[in-house]
């Protein structure tokens, strides 16, 4: 284990305590000194913030210390706010990275522009990604080491299907443990539940970017159900003959919808995105 240091902005890096760390759990500075917990030796200790030497012990016997702070009016004293004139003119993260200057940085998933103040948007391509408990981006159109980014949404319980609205930027996901079908943006702001009534197991969910509608599956329910974007207008398109449909997709351009069903007799199906002209393709 090991205590590290670098500027604001993650720039000078290097290591301060590189010994005598069992467990460090929590740390705290003060002046010239940092201070840290240990679960292991159930201890406080000191060191040189700078360089880690000067290490000791300053009380041990302590039941599982968790965290720790020093509280004195010299731990935040005033400073020149190098990002408080309109956020240092950076479009999203201004960081503080030394006494007088700083540097502009973006919410991971987006990348610094040329002008390097400016994050640039959407990315062109991407891959959006339900893992039950959270949402999550990766970008697809850089060569760099692509990292996932989680969209910061509230209440995620089992999230199962997405979908994604490219002329809003919103993305659309089912909950089965919550019953509830909800949208944000891409950045995960202005998060709305959309359905929240009449629903049992939402599974698959499919957006028709051309009239702005919303079509989804119902396993509980055994229907296939459609509204506008915002969830209004619902309207019940199929409900006969259904046995646990689970994800459907639409082709706005020839106004056909298609669904697998994966109850006792498993097959993949197709209508009219108005539900006409029901047929099963693969049986």
């Known amino acids: 284990h090991v205590i590290e240091s670098a500027k604001l902005d993650g720039s000078d890096r290097r290591k301060v305590v590189t010994k005598g760390l069992p467990h460090p759990f929590a740390l705290t500075l003060f002046e010239d000194s940092i201070y840290w917990t240990d679960w292991h030796t159930k201890s406080i200790s000191t060191a040189s913030k700078s360089s880690g030497s000067g290490f000791r012990t300053i009380h041990s016997g302590l039941h599982f210390p968790m965290d720790i702070h020093s509280y004195h009016p010299q731990r935040q004293p005033n400073y020149t706010n190098h990002c408080g004139d309109d956020n240092g003119g950076c479009s999203h993260l201004c960081l503080p990275s030394d006494s007088n200057s700083f540097q502009c940085a973006c919410p991971l998933g987006l990348k610094l522009t040329i002008n390097k103040r400016t994050c ?164």
């Open 120 to 283: 640039d948007s959407t990315p062109d391509q991407l891959m959006i990604f339900a893992r039950k408990k959270d949402v999550r981006l990766r970008r697809l159109d850089t060569q760099d080491q692509s990292y996932d980014m989680v969209l910061p949404l509230d209440g995620v319980k089992s999230a199962v299907a997405l979908a994604w609205d490219s002329n809003t930027d919103s993305i659309f996901w089912s909950d089965v443990e919550a019953d509830l079908i909800s949208r944000a943006f891409l950045n995960g702001s202005k998060q709305q539940p959309i359905i929240s009534n009449n629903l049992e197991a939402p599974g698959g969910l499919a957006v028709d970017w051309v009239t702005d509608k919303l079509y989804w599956t119902d396993a509980g329910t055994n229907r296939i159900e459609v509204s506008t974007l915002n969830g209004s207008l619902r309207s019940l398109l199929i409900w006969d003959g259904l046995d646990k449909p689970r994800d459907i997709s639409v082709d706005p351009a020839s106004g056909y919808m298609y669904w697998s069903d994966w109850g006792e007799v498993a097959k993949i199906e197709r209508a009219g995105m108005d539900g006409s002209g029901r047929e099963a393709l693969i049986t």
